[in-house]
Nanobody, 129 residues
Framework: QMQLVESGGGLVQAGGSLRLSCTAS????????LGWFRQAPGKEREFVAS????????YYADSVKGRFTISRDNGKNTVYLQMNRLKPEDTAVYYC??????????????????????WGKGTLVTVSS
């Protein structure tokens, strides 16, 4: 089993920045592709970003491309999501995910049709206008 714990969420004004962290324990962190998903009120959970085992491959949703950056530190068992130029529409609960798929395949996942290996419990990001 792997446990994923997110942190770093909070309230920020539009145009501001936040950095989310997700720390894993329990299993070999470097074996898994990691990603961030988000779920806004009344909406389906959607893909945000993913990163390959070694960190060389990253994929982003079009809505965050150029503003968000995903990275990972396998030595610290942590994946990060740097979020810049935040918009009110980025308001959501952000979830960390770990899976045995590829980073590219994770970008195409429809959460309602897929059983992810591991999920964190989420961290709330609220962007005020």
């Amino acid at each position: 089993q792997m446990q994923l714990v997110e942190s770093g969420g909070g309230l920020v004004q539009a145009g501001g920045s936040l950095r989310l962290s997700c720390t894993a324990s329990g299993r070999t962190f470097s074996s898994y592709v990691l990603g961030w998903f988000r779920q806004a009120p009344g909406k389906e959970r959607e893909f945000v970003a993913s990163i390959s085992w070694g960190g060389e491959g990253t994929y982003y949703a079009d809505s965050v491309k150029g503003r968000f950056t995903i990275s990972r530190d396998n030595g610290k068992n942590t994946v990060y999501l740097q979020m810049n130029r935040l918009k009110p529409e980025d308001t959501a609960v952000y979830y960390c995910a770990a899976d045995g798929t590829t980073a590219q395949a994770m970008a195409a996942i429809k959460v309602e049709d897929y059983v992810m290996d591991y999920w964190g419990k989420g961290t709330l990001v609220t962007v005020s206008s």
